[in-house]
């Protein structure tokens, strides 16, 4: 006659002993860590911005990529979004830099007048846009392409004088998503693709999309705008 299998708590206790002794010790968490999968090797070299990252980011002001260099950019690079977020110092690592930089206080120079209404101000050397009323700022700074060389953005006090949310371009063809013009052709509008590539724009200033439907949102004809500056690379 067969014996029949307990099914009490020593019982489940004693088989499930058995199968762990089959499937042999656990290993330690030391011996776990070990045989992960480790992390890619930071291994981008020096780049065009190496030295303002460096003293961004608390690191030794030399110039030259380290491999703690690459770390610390590239830790930048995942908090903020920035893709490839590979570790290399690039133009668009710097610009995002540039924002991170001002969002506490982007008009600590004073650049932009302070106004009871509200100002979008348009800084053409950090190719910065954010808009104030007085002093408080009610829509934070954000990354802009502005005209490129004899392009230029006009600098000096304009105002909204036109939307269009669906605009396309009467001379290029292309779409101005969520345009607000304030001089001549001129307009804040959003741009597909990246902000950071070479030259600039035709004279507009150019926000990534989500953010030109944001400052859509708050802007309305009349409003200031205000241009001052010098773009990197163009003549003065």
Request: aromatic share 8%; glycine share 12%.
């Amino acid at each position: 006659m067969a014996v029949r299998q307990g099914t009490g708590p020593m019982a489940r206790v004693a088989v499930l002993g058995a199968l762990l002794a089959l499937a042999g010790p656990l290993p330690s968490p030391a011996a776990a860590a070990a045989t992960a999968e480790p992390e890619s090797a930071c291994a981008a070299g020096t780049g065009p911005y190496q030295r303002e990252l460096e003293k961004h980011l608390g690191r030794p002001v030399d110039g030259v990529q380290s491999t703690a260099d690459c770390q610390a950019v590239r830790a930048f690079q995942r908090t903020n979004g920035v893709s490839p977020a590979d570790g290399y110092p690039g133009v668009a690592t710097y610009r995002t830099m540039l924002v991170v930089t001002a969002r506490p206080d982007p008009n600590a120079a004073g650049d932009c007048p302070v106004r009871d209404h509200r100002v979008t101000c348009v800084d053409l050397e950090r190719q910065l846009l954010w808009v104030q009323r007085g002093s408080r700022v009610v829509f934070p700074p954000v990354p802009i392409r502005t005209g490129r060389d004899y392009q230029e953005t006009r600098t000096g006090w304009h105002e909204v004088y036109w939307r269009n949310k669906n605009h396309v371009s009467t001379l290029y063809g292309t779409p101005m998503p969520h345009a607000q013009f304030f001089d001549g052709g001129q307009a804040l509008h959003g741009s597909p693709g990246s902000l950071y590539g070479t030259g600039g724009s035709a004279g507009c200033v150019n926000l990534t999309e989500p953010d030109a439907e944001r400052l859509w949102g708050l802007l309305a004809e009349g409003d200031a705008v205000y241009v001052w500056g010098v773009k990197p690379g163009t003549e003065d």
